[in-house]
């Protein structure tokens, strides 16, 4: 017993040193055809390589960025703001929309914690700060430079989840409020359409004062519009492939 209990455990710590985080950003980069990956990775942590880890701002991933030549899908974008499992849920089970992180750019870093530190060459994913420690921390600046260059290219008719069972869906220190509203193009995107999605329970309907300030803040020429939908409504259309796209909401 005790020799079969030593084995288990060495070969479980061999296997789990074997995947370093390199790894694993190639592993999910491989996933799409036809990427440099290995000058993906290496644009990847040229970002916060050797640097402090609060001390990373998001042009740090510039090179990244242009590296990855990211082409949109125009009237299939999908934007979120704390509705995150709902519409992965969504995107998984069924090929309606695209999110951030069903894109390469998106996809290599999604859940994953990583950091720099002064004088070493390594990739480090434990004791990095967390989201609000410091503002410029390498994951933050990750994805304000990531959702920035995503929503740039938005075009068309494009949707957004929002969380209902919230006071304030379009909530100001989001990813999706200070950065991709912002950066939307009147020039290629012809509309915005929030999906509000609502429980049971909810606080919020269209009517809500910070989608107001949504529509206020959206560049002149784009169009909005916002609709009421339950989170059961939109589970419904995930569990039924037969159901078109058209027709979840
Ligand atoms: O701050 P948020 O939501 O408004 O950010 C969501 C918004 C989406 O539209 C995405 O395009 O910004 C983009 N984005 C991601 O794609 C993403 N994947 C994982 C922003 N953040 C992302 N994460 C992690 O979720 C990130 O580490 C951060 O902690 C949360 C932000 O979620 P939110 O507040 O619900």
Redesign the pocket.
Not at 79 to 84: D, G, I, P, Q, Y
């Given at each position: 017993v005790v020799v079969v209990v030593v084995a288990v455990v060495l070969a479980v710590t061999l296997r789990k040193g074997k995947y370093t985080f390199e790894d694993r950003i190639l592993a999910r980069c491989e996933k799409f055809k036809g990427s440099d990956c290995r000058l993906i990775w290496a644009k990847f942590q040229k970002a916060y390589v050797g640097r402090d880890p609060c001390n990373v701002p998001m042009e740090a991933y510039d090179d990244f960025i242009a590296a990855t030549q990211f082409k949109p899908e125009c009237n299939r974008m999908m934007?979120?703001?704390?509705?995150?499992d709902v519409v992965h849920d969504f995107t998984e089970k069924r090929d309606c929309y695209v999110?951030?992180?069903d894109t390469l750019l998106?996809s290599v870093a999604?859940?994953l914690t990583w950091c720099g530190r002064v004088g070493s060459s390594e990739t480090l994913t434990t004791g990095c700060p967390r989201?609000t420690d410091c503002e410029n921390n390498p994951?933050?600046s990750f994805?304000s430079r990531?959702?920035a260059a995503?929503?740039e290219k938005a075009c068309g008719n494009v949707t957004?989840m929002l969380n209902g069972s919230i006071e304030t869906p379009f909530?100001p220190n989001?990813?999706?409020?200070s950065?991709?509203v912002k950066k939307f193009d009147a020039t290629v995107m012809r509309s915005l359409n929030v999906v509000l999605v609502t429980q049971t329970n909810s606080v919020s309907n269209c009517t809500n004062a910070s989608l107001k300030d949504l529509q206020k803040e959206l560049a002149a020429g784009i169009r909005y519009s916002c609709k009421e939908v339950s989170e059961a409504q939109i589970r419904e259309c995930s569990s039924n492939p037969e159901k078109p796209c058209g027709a979840c909401w």
């Open positions: 934007f979120w703001s704390k509705t995150k999110t951030l992180e998106g999604d859940g989201w994951v933050r994805w990531a959702s995503f929503a957004v909530s989001s990813t999706f409020r950065i991709e």
